[in-house]
């Protein structure tokens, strides 16, 4: 089943129950930057054509072509919207369109187009498939920044929160009261629950901490849903 990673505020769109009506498996999880993953290290930034039109006029749209571009392998912009529509409301057009040639030459920026978001929908499906099925063996969604770090400690921070369940200052928490990443790992339950305040989230890590891992993709002792909380 194709799996895609929605932006939390995508949900209000509409597109996220459009995917699954497609047959996508899709969680909603807060993305530091892009509205959708759909493979590994691909990701998509979902733009209205008038929201793109004022992202560009007003010196947006090359900061966030920067930051996605840092952050996964390949970028596509999905522009939404009648594009023949957009040129009458603006007599800058020739701006906007060189705009999106830089996004695609200078930043390799792949630029998709849809009418609508059902059309958005089918359009995401479609990556999604191209990228997921092809070859073998599909490699693991990541949903992480990959940052430059400055010390031991922020690496042993940025590690341990991105476990599921676990932000930052549960990362620092855990951190400080078990004193190293191994300690982590090899904790009870009960210390996990004691320092977590939940049972439910302690049990999944030691569950994580101590269970074989298994390649083999029919296994159903664990779920993608157990990692990601709506």
């Known amino acids: 089943m194709l799996r895609i ?5 995508e949900k209000q769109s509409g597109i996220p129950d459009l995917l699954r009506d497609l047959g996508a498996l899709v969680f909603l999880q807060q993305l530091s930057v892009g509205d959708y993953i759909v493979a590994d290290g691909v990701a998509v930034e979902r733009k209205n054509v008038f929201d793109l039109m004022n992202s560009v006029f007003d010196k947006r749209f ?16 999905l522009v939404e919207g009648n594009l023949e529509g957009a040129k009458t409301i603006t007599t800058k057009w020739k701006i906007f369109n060189s705009a999106l040639i830089t996004a695609t030459v200078d930043y390799d920026v792949g630029v ?3 009418l609508d978001k059902r059309e958005s929908a089918e359009v995401l499906v479609t990556l999604a498939r191209r990228y997921q099925e092809r070859g073998v063996e599909r490699k693991p969604i990541s949903l992480h920044d990959k940052p430059k770090f400055e010390s031991l400690d922020e690496m042993q921070l940025y590690l341990v929160q991105s476990l599921p369940n676990v932000g930052g200052k549960i990362a620092l928490r855990l951190l400080t009261e078990f004193s190293t990443v191994r300690n982590i790992c090899n904790s009870s339950i009960a210390d996990l629950e004691r320092v977590m305040k939940s049972r439910k989230k302690a049990e999944l890590l030691y569950k994580i901490f101590n269970t074989k891992f298994s390649s083999n993709s029919d296994k159903k002792s664990a ?8």
């Open 112 to 114: 998709l187009y849809s």
């Open 5 to 9: 990673y929605a932006d939390t505020r």
């Open 62 to 77: 090359f900061d966030q072509l920067e930051r996605l571009r840092e952050v996964y392998s390949k970028v596509f912009i």
């Open 223 to 230: 779920s993608l849903t157990d990692f990601v909380e709506e």
